[in-house]
């Protein structure tokens, strides 16, 4: 059941330009006509412009560029992500939070998203840097029923899923990194991190958390991540609404999820995340476990990890590591 609020800022989005009157506002909510105006109201007070005038009702003249549900799913068109979205001020971790709502029974495709994440975590223990309203923040709850092994191609569905949002909505492409990281002139853009309860041989939910520096200026990076980093407004010198973005990013996401749910996660996938990675073929230094490999990468199996043809012709197989640096010139 939508909230009275909600269907009033769909009522007056789908007509959008032109008035609609208190009468059929309230036949629509079942609330009185007073009470509309003082929702729309506190309607104004979130940004919305709303040209309110007697005898012709009321008339949306801009929504403004909040993370609401409102916002969030109005023709948003998914099937699965998406279809249930959780907005809050301040979190300190959106996939700790969906952690938790998926613990005690959220959907499949449940999204959890902030303005501002104030212990954001990265892959391996990290922290991830969110600035307030700049960056984006969300997580997704999925519940495939797949065995574990086949998690690391949800890392790699939703980096798929990130370029492709980002192409579309900046028109540059990024590249891959491997495992999790979306590049932009080499630059870390945005990351994933992937968060399971599992059984033995089953996957009872994942937790998919995004992180996305989208108009963060590169001054506000501190200083230790500053020059590996970058953002969608560094790269474009645009400033990107937040809303346009995170719908174009569920849209793929709910997209790929389709795709990964009909092949059963290991052939197109990997087939689409090694293309955009292109990483099948470079020359890399990985450092995984206290160990430094250095090598060729030859391939990248259905489990996720690099198969590596090292300098002195033997065969390694990195499951997890930082892709350290990718070693040009090669005679
Ligand atoms: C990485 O590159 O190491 C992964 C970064 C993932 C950051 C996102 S931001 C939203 C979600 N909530 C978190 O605490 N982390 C992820």
Not at 21 to 46: H, M, N, P, Y
Not at 58 to 72: G, V
Not at 190 to 209: K, S
Request: charged share 30%; proline share 2%.
């Amino acid at each position: 059941m939508k909230l009275d609020n909600e269907k009033i800022i769909q009522i007056l989005k789908d007509h959008e330009g032109r008035f609609v009157s208190g009468e059929v506002i309230s036949q629509e909510v079942g609330i009185t006509r007073a009470a509309i105006w003082k929702r729309i109201a506190a309607l104004k007070d979130l940004g919305y412009v709303v040209d309110a005038r007697q005898n012709m009702g009321y008339r949306l003249m801009r929504s403004p560029d909040i993370l609401t549900p409102s916002e969030i799913q109005y023709r948003l068109g998914t099937k699965i992500v998406g279809k249930e979205v959780r907005y809050y001020p301040v979190l300190e971790s959106t996939n700790a939070e969906a952690f938790r709502l998926a613990s005690s029974g959220a959907a499949d495709g449940l999204v959890v998203i902030t303005d501002h994440q104030t212990g954001g975590k990265g892959r391996l223990n990290r922290t991830w840097f969110s600035f307030r309203r700049q960056s984006i923040s969300l997580s997704v709850v999925l519940r495939p029923k797949i065995v574990p092994y086949l998690a690391t191609m949800l890392t790699y569905m939703t980096g798929i899923a990130l370029y492709e949002a980002i192409y579309a909505q900046t028109a540059i492409k990024p590249s891959l990194k491997w495992p999790n990281d979306i590049l932009m002139r080499g630059k870390k853009v945005a990351g994933v991190l992937c968060e399971l309860n599992t059984e033995t041989d089953i996957v009872n939910f994942a937790v998919i958390g995004m992180g996305v520096n989208l108009n963060v200026r590169k001054k506000r990076f501190p200083e230790e991540i500053r020059e590996a980093s970058t953002s969608l407004y560094e790269e474009t010198k645009k400033r990107l609404k937040r809303v346009a973005f995170v719908k174009e990013l569920l849209r793929q996401l709910d997209y790929w999820y389709s795709v990964f749910l009909r092949d059963g996660g290991d052939s197109r996938i990997l087939a689409e995340w090694k293309e955009r990675s292109q990483i099948v073929g470079q020359n890399v230094r990985i450092r995984s476990f206290e160990e430094e490999i250095v090598g060729k990468v030859v391939d990248v199996d259905s489990y996720g990890a690099l198969m590596i043809e090292t300098e002195d012709d033997k065969k390694k197989r990195v499951i997890a590591g930082d892709l350290e640096t990718v070693v040009i010139a090669e005679e």
